[in-house]
């Protein structure tokens, strides 16, 4: 998919669903692979901005964690469930297979997306009962 293909309505954002696909497929225009990083600064973060890097997890409020598997976040956020686990704080924790971060913007009618929606809506639902 070209550059001016991404930009126009309808296009997908650069995502494809194939007809009965289970994952959509992120095709990435050339223009957003050279875009820089952004740089956030050399500060840390507050724990309470940023519990992941609290040394003590223990006493946060329940969590739901929902890790895409093709994420370049997967692995922190499994350490971070597991480390919520280890501190005995009530955790669900779901792996959605094949998801890239953010799947859900992309193709909110593809299947998995609404299967992740139904699973977190869930998740808050009894929550709060």
Same mark, same amino acid.
């Given at each position: 998919? *070209? ?9 997908? *954002? ?6 009965g ?12 692979l ?5 740089d ?14 609290a ?7 329940p969590a739901?964690?929902?890790?895409c598997?093709?994420d370049?976040? *997967? ?6 469930g597991?480390r ?17 971060h ?11 997306? *609404? ?15």
């Amino acid at each position: 998919m *070209r550059d001016a293909e991404c930009q126009q309505p309808g296009a997908g *954002r650069g995502v494809r669903v194939e007809p009965g696909a289970e994952v959509p497929v992120f095709v990435a225009p050339p223009s957003m692979l050279r875009r820089p990083v952004l740089d956030l600064g050399s500060a840390a973060a507050d724990q309470y901005a940023a519990p992941a890097r609290a040394q003590d997890l223990a006493g946060l409020p329940p969590a739901y964690v929902e890790i895409c598997q093709a994420d370049a976040l *997967r692995d922190e956020a499994m350490e971070y469930g597991r480390r919520l686990m280890t501190a005995g704080v009530h955790t669900e924790l779901h792996v959605v297979p094949g998801a890239f971060h953010l799947f859900e913007g992309y193709a909110p009618d593809s299947r998995l997306a *609404r299967r992740a929606l139904a699973n977190w809506t869930s998740a808050l639902t009894h929550a709060l009962a």
